[in-house]
Every structure is written in C-alpha cells, then in structure tokens.
C-alpha cells in the first residue's frame, strides 16, 4: 500500500526481503509494527533501486540495576548482540553495505566493557565494508538526566559509538532547524575520536561553563549528521498516517543516500565507504549543508522546567553534527576519493 500510495516507482520492483537472525517470528505482516515499517519503508524509497532486506531478532534483556544480561524479550531488550553475531558469521558476498538502526538506549543501562565489545563488533563490520548508520535519539540532551554524582546528560548506545553514524534530526524548511528533543551529547564510555576532536573542541568553545560537569568533556560527540524528520507518510495497519516523526525517520533517510552511494562505487569497481565517520568530517565535509538554527531539550523527568537545553551553531553541534547530506556532492566526491 506504501508504494501505490507514496512511491509508485518501488511497485513490483523493490520487494523488502524479510531475515530471522535466530529464529524469531517473522513479523512481516506489516500491521502493527509502526517502527519497523516507517525504517522499511524509507529505506526502500530513499535507497531505491537498492534492494532492501529486514532483519528481525529477539534480544537479551538488560537488569539496569544489576547490569546483568538475561534471556529476555520486549522493547528493552539489548538487541545488538543477535545481530551483530549472524552478520560476523555471513561470508562477505552475502552481506549488505549499508545498515540503518533506529534502536537505541541509555549507555548507562549496559555494562561499559559489553558496551565496548558491541561497538567494537560494529568497527569489525566498518573494516569489512559495511556502512553502520543509527538514529542518534528522541530525549535531547537526555530523558532523565541521572547520574550517582547528580546531575548528568544521558548519552544514547550505541549511537554514541565511533564506529556507527549517528544521525539526528531537523525540522522545518526555510529555514531548517535543529530538532527540539534530538538526541546528541558526549559519551560517558568512548574517548572524542581524532577525526572529529577539531569540531568538537570549537563546540565546546561556544558552550563555556554552561551545563559543566552534567557531561564528559573528551567524550565521543554525537551525533554526526542529520536529516529531516517531520510529518512522515507511513503505511502501518493498512492505514496511512503523517504523524511519524523523530531520529527514526532521519536515519533510514540517510541509510538510503548512502546506500545509493555505496551501490555506485561499487558499480564502478570501488571499494564501499564502510566506516565512513574520518570521511565525513573532513573531504566530505562540503557535502553537508549545516543547520544553525534551533536547538534540543531534555531532563525533564530530573530537573523539571525549565529543562536543560543544546543550541545549535555553526560547525558541528550535538544536535544535528555537521548537517544535512547533499546527495550530489556526497556522491561525487565519494566516487573522487575512493580507490
């Protein structure tokens, strides 16, 4: 229904090829599944004529509390490990080039050395070609603002890892803004990454005292780059609906460019971008148009209004990174710069 209604173009052409990572249900069915369908169907229409696949697994739930793993299932699940365990063991003609996620959760509701070992699976699929694009987040600089010393902001895992993409959102046209709760900050578990430490350190510059102490100050900022993300056309229960909106919309959009850049360097005997974040801050760089207007707000469940906000600027910002993709510049200069 998605593809009469929105992208005819996709009719008998793209058909989403549906994969149980361990063996769970298959939720193909469409109805009732919002998330999934919202990530499958951008994708899809974004990456055109890229073929799509959809990975389903259940996960290990996460005691909080204890930091124990368990075998559970529900939305809190800690998804990751299913996945990143079945793409590891798949030999390389058989795995994707690009691959968007739109899950994510506190960094602190994991143990920080398993946090690590999942961000370092993600850098082994960068190393084998595969572009890892996340949503970077819905909760501003974070839901609940909690920490065993006071207050503090909530970076998102595994966005914040330097391994993936992470993507926030923007709103509006004319101008584009920065989301009001896009998810961005600095990880309390991964170290600022050389090749974004230059933008990073200007940020930090304008942001002063203000918010001191509340976030780790050398930690992996988040996140890289944006999209739009309002009012999406979704198909879910065979009802379209336009009231879909957040990091989950920005980050297939941006899964979809960068999968029709990878299939284009690939078609023309070139290597994938694969770990892509080196590339795009620095000859990538003028393919993003910057968003300096607007900014996020979170910490309403600690501090109460007025909560705690991030402005965005010009250069990199913790709410929208270092902007949104121009698809023609990004294409071009990733067909110049890869051998």
């Known amino acids: 229904m998605f593809t009469k209604k929105f992208a005819p173009y996709l009719v008998d052409v793209v058909k989403p090829r549906f994969i149980s990572v361990d063996g769970e249900r298959n939720h193909s069915t469409y109805t009732g599944k919002g998330e999934a369908n919202l990530d499958v169907q951008y994708a899809a229409a974004m990456g055109y004529p890229v073929p799509v696949q959809y990975y389903y697994t259940h996960g290990l739930g996460v005691d909080e509390e204890n930091h124990s793993l368990q075998n559970l299932t529900g939305a809190s699940s800690e998804l990751n490990i299913m996945l990143l365990r079945y793409l590891r063991d798949l ?186 974040n080196p590339f795009l801050y620095s000859v990538a760089r003028k393919a993003f148009q910057e968003v300096d207007g607007g900014g996020s707000k979170g910490c309403l469940q600690f501090l109460g209004p007025p909560t705690v906000s991030l402005n965005a600027t010009k250069g990199w910002d913790p709410i929208s990174g270092i902007g949104t993709p121009d698809f023609q510049k990004f294409l071009s200069i990733a067909m110049q710069q890869q051998a």
């Open 91 to 276: 030999p390389k003609s058989s795995l994707p080039h690009t691959l968007s996620v739109s899950y994510g959760g506190s960094e602190k509701a994991l143990p920080n050395a398993y946090a690590r070992k999942i961000c370092d699976m993600y850098g082994e699929l960068g190393a084998r070609g595969i572009t890892v694009v996340f949503a970077s987040g819905d909760y501003g600089p974070g839901l609940a603002c909690r920490g065993k010393h006071g207050k503090r902001l909530d970076p998102i895992f595994p966005a914040t890892c330097p391994y993936v993409t992470s993507v926030g959102r923007t709103q509006f046209v004319n101008p584009e803004l920065a989301g009001i709760v896009s998810s961005g900050g600095f990880s309390d578990i991964f170290p600022r990454p050389d090749w974004q430490e230059k933008e990073v350190e200007t940020y930090l510059d304008t942001l002063g005292t203000r918010l001191a102490g509340m976030y780790n100050s050398s930690g992996r900022g988040f996140p890289d780059v944006s999209a739009h993300m309002m009012n999406y056309w979704v198909v879910d229960n065979l009802q379209a609906t336009a009231e879909n909106s957040g990091t989950s919309a920005s980050a297939p959009t941006v899964a979809g460019i960068v999968g029709l850049v990878n299939s284009a360097l690939i078609g023309a005997g070139k290597s994938p971008l694969g770990f892509m």
